[in-house]
């Protein structure tokens, strides 16, 4: 039986995400997965939690902290998650000498949780790709392939939780087996100057095409120069589609 999961489920919008993976699986060449897929998903605040699990009377809700979960390794086949963005820390002992934001870690432990060649998708801080220091990416890499990754532009989030903010949605693949990712077999391990003099990962270097937008540098709410995406004139939904 397929297992999906949500470390960061929401009251409904990521398992919507999660359904739709399993109903798009379901039109394909395996009819069976969409009957005999269960869900899993974890919510920490327990008013959210609640409305998840009655939307989704069928799933496995668990209302509580991701990092208080006991789910074993390389059991998830699909993970689909908005996980939480955050300069700040989650105590988990496994993962404590790392020193991940919550962001990184999220994304960490849920590459963790998924079965060899299973898929995640996750929408993630624009950090998570772009900070100068690569052990956060090396530790994605040794255990799976990023197998595409989409720059949003600074609105995509305007509607829904009224800020402006660049994230990415990020498309891996768990690996077989680990590896010891550098420089040379993983190009989106490091950062790099556009054109324009502007840092950001090598993946978007390489790929511009999966920026939807124009890069632009602005001061941040603190005055620091930051690179943000500004939008395009078309409609988001049309140009990921």
Known sequence: MKKHFCPKCGKKTELRYVSKIVNSVSQTSNKDIAENARLYGVELDPLTGK??????????IQIKGFEQTTF??????????????????????????????VHDYFIAKSIDK????????VITSKGTMDKLNPSVRKYFADRAELIGAIRLPNNAFKQTANTEVVADILFFRKREEKINADNENTEWLATGKTEEGYEINNYFIKHPEMILGTLVEERGLYGALDVTVKPKDSNLSLDLS
């Open 114 to 121: 998924l079965k060899p060649n299973g898929l995640m998708a």
């Open 72 to 101: 074993t390794n390389d059991t998830f086949d699909v993970v689909v998650s908005n996980v939480p963005f955050g300069a700040y820390s989650v105590y988990d002992s496994e993962y404590a000498r790392h020193n991940f934001y």
């Open 51 to 60: 409305i998840a699990s009655k939307l989704y009377p069928n799933a496995n």
